[in-house]
């Protein structure tokens, strides 16, 4: 392959995304002439913040050839313990903390089990899934937690230069993340692993540790979507994040992360969520009724994949 | 009887066949010689079916035929043997023998039955009730030929098909092709190894940057003849002066399952090659220094794990370059950083430009094409995969580098600037450890040879040596006599 076509074939592998975005808005700005107003692009980016915060966390878990499908449960587990903390009296500030380092250490626990116990991921975090919901459902007795100090909807409602609080915490995590994989010697670990995890092994990189970090990683990226959900509603439902896992992954892979990992990255997965939450919004904006945006948003899901595998396949 | 007329294989504006002719008789058994890259694999699958020609014609039996896939072509009496095995490894051989052939409802004792029949004439001794992942890699390759052997082809084509077999089961396999031959099937060989040629083939097709160079007898050339062919110039085969020095590098004490415990004392720029059959304990001996297997201790301290074997100066080349050499769908410049990440970073963020630099030094230092960092490695031919994976062990700067099989697969002209490479390292000080089933390789370039049987060293021999006498000491003939 010449290196002209190999550029060609990378830049449309890199960017035919955000051109799928692109066209997805202009056909929308033209099928409602609502769709294109600073306020509705603004509830699209508020949207997407919570979607897009664990699924940054899930790609790193992904890039390590792993999946964790607890985060939907970890999310309302940290919620109602980060609420009940506050309403308790803790200050905010110290019940938000407390909240992160609760939902990175269950994340931790998680990766032990994959890492050093040696559990299929899948087995692992399904078992997580009903563990932390049940943990969620008990802590509280199934009743939601209200009456939250006002920094809460602070970080729920308020604005910073125009952008709501939301989005600058998914940027900045976007940044963050997007810094551990690129740039540190751990992401380089993670990247490996994903690649080959005997090399990887045999290269001297400590895969074990690396690994169950990825879990934890991913318990903290779903803690801090359970602080800006709980802002959101103004309290902290046990039963909140149902299937929360589903639309992480389903980002994570529009957005080109391969599920077999060590290919792929979080600006990928930004675009990914950006996608589907620009069809939902577009789909209620069109009022199409609420059973065939399910049908809708699958059907986007294996598109993005077959295109995927269009532009990646290799010549043999 | 069969043709292959002015083929032309065009794959995304590659041209990977510029009109080659290639012609099959009937009980022959024809080789397939070419660098990596010259377009062997290309012809074949095209032959196969596994891909349509740009242009050309195939000619069966003075009829033309046009195969549309695999089944085509299997259906006209063409079976292929890949170098990668396509078998499943959870399946039984016998359900493996006639994966793809099996009716709905499998009757477990009748499958076992005829598999038996198939094995026996593949001069396989195995279980057919067990599961292919079980067996070592070369019985794998044998099943795969047996698997051939039960479509009742014409003609067999073979894709490197000794890479991971040892001696006896080369031997074993020539045994079989024979007689394949005398029953009029014709065979397409595809190999790198040139005496393989000699000791089987009756005649040779060499192919270069995808054009057919030549067809000759082979009982009417020679293997000089043969590689000037392939690489298009006279090359001096690999000969190089001793560099060992007295001063000691390393001192190892090993033992490990299937290798008895030893102790291997290393000097300053010495090669030190492990002959041995698979499974003799050449492999084990290097992943046993490398703390990977086994026990090991290095100048009397343990050896804990591969991270502590390359912090105190070790680095290991490992056999399957594939399953635990390289991350091939990362790039070159990340596969070549992956043992020495702490190093290229500091309190954990990667310097900037120290990745790249290192990949450039050592892409150039080993001759690594496409010379390009970004490049990824899935990409790249066989060879420099390979000396990508060398170079990702020598990244670490190490004094005592492990090796196995480092030039399986790998074509001559990649082959001998990775020996040159070897000799100036060890001049250098470096000490090697050369674990090879190639007994060419190691009288080559070793100073010193330990030949494995069971697990143990049987004999160790100096420079110079006589082929001979390793090959006899390596496959045992030396103790039946």
Same mark, same amino acid.
């Given at each position: ?14 960017f ?16 409602s ?5 600073v ?18 966390g ?14 939907g ?6 919620? #109602?313990?980060?609420? /009940?903390? @506050?309403?308790? &009296?803790?200050p $905010?500030? !110290? %019940?938000? +903390? ?29 078992a ?30 308020g ?5 709501p609080?939301?989005?600058?915490i ?5 940044f ?14 993670i ?8 090399a ?9 540790? #690396?690994?169950?970090? /990825?879990y @934890?990683f991913? &318990?903290?990226? $779903?803690? !801090? %979507?359970? +602080?800006?959900l ?11 994040g149902?299937m929360?896992e ?6 994570v892979?529009?957005?080109?992360t391969?599920l ?8 990928g ?5 950006l ?17 065939y ?6 059907g ?9 595998r ?7 | 009887?069969l ?39 290309t ?21 033309p ?7 085509d072509?299997?259906a ?9 095995l ?12 006639f ?24 001069e ?20 795969e ?7 009742r ?10 890479a ?9 396999l020539f045994k079989?092709?024979r ?15 040139l ?43 690999f000969?190089?002066d ?33 002959a041995?059959?698979?499974g ?32 105190r ?22 596969n ?26 050592w ?14 490695v ?17 990244a670490?700067?190490?004094?005592v ?11 001559v ?8 490479v ?34 143990t060293?049987?004999?160790?021999l ?16 030396r103790?039946?006599a």
């Amino acid at each position: 392959m010449s290196p002209a076509r190999a550029s060609w074939r990378e830049w449309l592998a890199r960017f035919g995304l955000v051109l799928a975005l692109l066209a997805l808005i202009a056909v929308l700005s033209l099928l409602s002439d609502r769709f294109m107003s600073v306020p509705n692009l603004l509830n699209v980016l508020r949207q997407i913040a919570i979607n897009a915060l664990i699924a940054f966390g899930m790609t790193t878990v992904i890039l390590g050839r792993g999946i964790d499908l607890s985060v939907g449960s970890l999310l309302a587990f940290v919620g #109602v313990v980060t609420a /009940t903390l @506050a309403v308790q &009296g803790v200050p $905010a500030w !110290l %019940a938000i +903390v407390a909240g992160l380092a609760v939902g990175t250490g269950l994340g931790a626990i998680n990766g032990a089990f994959v890492a050093y116990a040696g559990i299929a991921p899948f087995i692992v975090t399904l078992a997580g899934l009903t563990i932390f919901r049940g943990m969620a459902l008990a802590f509280t007795d199934g009743r939601p937690v209200t009456g939250l100090p006002p920094l809460f909807s602070g970080i729920g409602y308020g604005t910073f230069l125009g952008l709501p609080m939301p989005v600058w915490i998914m940027l900045a995590f976007l940044f963050l993340t997007h810094f551990l994989l690129r740039n540190t010697a751990l992401g380089r670990a993670i990247y490996a692993i994903g690649g080959n995890e005997e090399a990887a092994r045999l290269a001297g990189i400590p895969v074990r540790r #690396v690994t169950a970090f /990825t879990y @934890a990683f991913s &318990g903290f990226a $779903a803690a !801090l %979507a359970a +602080v800006v959900l709980t802002g959101r509603l103004n309290s902290a439902q046990p039963t909140a994040g149902v299937m929360f896992e589903l639309d992480a992954i389903a980002a994570v892979v529009v957005g080109g992360t391969s599920l077999f990992g060590g290919r792929g990255g979080v600006f990928g997965t930004l675009v990914g969520a950006l996608i589907i939450g620009v069809i939902n919004n577009g789909m209620n904006l069109l009022n199409v009724p609420s059973f065939y945006q399910q049908i809708v948003k699958g059907g986007v899901i294996l598109a993005a994949l077959l295109i995927d595998r269009a532009l990646t396949a290799r010549r043999t | 009887m069969l043709a292959m007329h002015d083929i032309v294989g065009r794959f995304g504006g590659v041209l990977a066949l510029s009109g080659v002719d290639f012609e099959l008789r009937q009980g022959e058994v024809h080789a397939l010689v070419g660098e990596n890259g010259a377009g062997k694999s290309t012809l074949m699958k095209i032959l196969s079916g596994v891909q349509p020609p740009s242009e050309g014609r195939i000619v069966l039996d003075d009829r033309p035929v046009a195969f549309r896939g695999v089944h085509d072509a299997q259906a006209a009496g063409l079976a292929m043997v890949y170098q990668e095995l396509a078998l499943v490894p959870h399946l039984t051989v016998a359900e493996n023998l006639f994966l793809g052939r099996l009716s709905p409802w499998v009757r477990h004792r009748d499958l076992a039955k005829r598999a038996r029949g198939l094995l026996a004439e593949a001069e396989l001794d195995l279980d057919p009730t067990r599961p292919v992942s079980s067996l070592p890699i070369g019985e794998q390759q044998l099943v795969e030929i047996a698997k051939a052997l039960g479509r009742r082809s014409r003609v067999l084509i073979l894709d490197e098909p000794t890479a991971a077999l040892s001696s006896q089961e080369t031997d074993r396999l020539f045994k079989i092709l024979r007689r394949l031959r005398e029953g009029g099937t014709s065979i397409v060989y595809i190999s790198h190894r040139l005496e393989e040629i000699f000791a089987i083939a009756d005649r040779v097709t060499v192919l270069r940057d995808g054009a057919r160079v030549a067809t000759h007898d082979v009982a009417e050339v020679d293997a000089d003849r043969i590689v000037t062919d392939m690489v298009g110039r006279e090359v001096a085969r690999f000969h190089r002066d001793g560099t060992r020095r007295d001063a000691v590098r390393a001192r190892f004490s090993y033992h490990a399952p299937g290798l008895d415990a030893g102790e291997l004392v290393l000097h300053e720029g010495e090669i030190v090659g492990a002959a041995g059959v698979t499974g003799s304990g050449r492999s084990r001996l290097c992943r046993t220094l490398f703390g990977a297997d086994g026990e090991a201790t290095l100048d009397g301290a343990q050896v804990r794990s591969p991270r502590n074997a390359l912090d105190r100066g070790v680095a290991y080349v490992p056999e399957d370059r594939k399953g635990e050499g390289l991350s091939l769908i990362a790039s070159v410049e990340a596969n070549l950083g992956h043992a020495i990440l702490p190093t290229l970073a500091r309190v954990g963020v990667m310097r900037p430009g120290a990745e790249r630099a290192n990949a450039r030094t050592w892409i150039e230092r080993l001759g690594i094409r496409p010379p390009e960092p970004a490049k990824e490695v899935g990409t790249l031919s066989g060879g420099n995969q390979q000396k990508v994976v060398v170079g990702k062990g020598l990244a670490s700067g190490p004094r005592v580098l492990l090796m196995d099989e480092p030039t399986r697969g790998v074509d001559v002209g990649a082959r001998g600037e990775l020996y040159e490479v070897l000799d100036e390292l060890a001049r250098e000080g470096l000490s090697l450890v050369l674990a090879s089933s190639d007994t060419d390789e190691l009288i080559q370039i070793c100073d010193r040879i330990l030949v494995f049987r069971h697990g143990t060293v049987a004999v160790t021999l100096h420079a110079p040596f006589d082929r001979e006498e390793v090959v006899a000491h390596v496959t045992g003939a030396r103790i039946v006599a």
